[in-house]
């Protein structure tokens, strides 16, 4: 999940398990959201996106959950990989104004 | 060969002294943004333009000016640097045609004020 400070939370998974990465959004009006995947030395990489209309998206290994009645997001990574250690960043907006980011959480996924 | 390209990628610098990240893009976004990111805060924005002729402020614009020289090309400068501008600095651009809340980002620079 989102964390305030200094200190990303990590998630750490053996590889082959599949991962969920939560996060908490702030603006109950919020209509879109995007996660992205910064890996070490490169900026953030859209996975995938889910507008309010909808409670469920699916990707390629990734499927993003959102539950407006308590404002959380998730980000599902099926048959996790050593290439999907990073740190995932979810942001919402409102009516196409400007993202905001949450803080982060770092995948490290082990053999 | 990158879409968005920032340089430097890394710049050390002293208290006071002006400094410029550059920023170029071959996407052919007509919007462009600066962020700014922190650990543990993640990404702030800086300032934005929509067009060559369009500057907005962003959400910590105090100490940082912008120039959007051409469609390709928006700068960021820092005036007179502070220790507290250390961080890592990243240029986006988006696609309104598209969906202009998806950024494409660059691979950032790392700034260091001593």
Redesign the interface.
Known sequence: GESVGLHLPTLSVQEGDNSIINCAYSNSASDYFIWYKQESGKGPQFIIDIRSNMDKRQGQRVTVLLNKTVKHLSLQIAATQPGDSAVYFCAETYNTDKLIFGTGTRLQVFP | DAD?TQTPRNRITKTGKRIMLECSQTKGHDRMYWYRQD???????IY?SFDVKDINK?EISDGYSVSRQAQAKFSLSLESAIPNQTALY?C?TSDPEQ??????????TQLSVL
């Not at chain 2, 650990?39 to 924005?45: H, V």
């Not at chain 2, 969906?99 to 950032?108: A, D, H, P, T």
């Open positions: 968005v650990p543990g805060l993640g990404l702030r924005l934005y962003g990243f986006a969906s202009n809340e998806k950024l494409f980002f660059g691979s950032g």
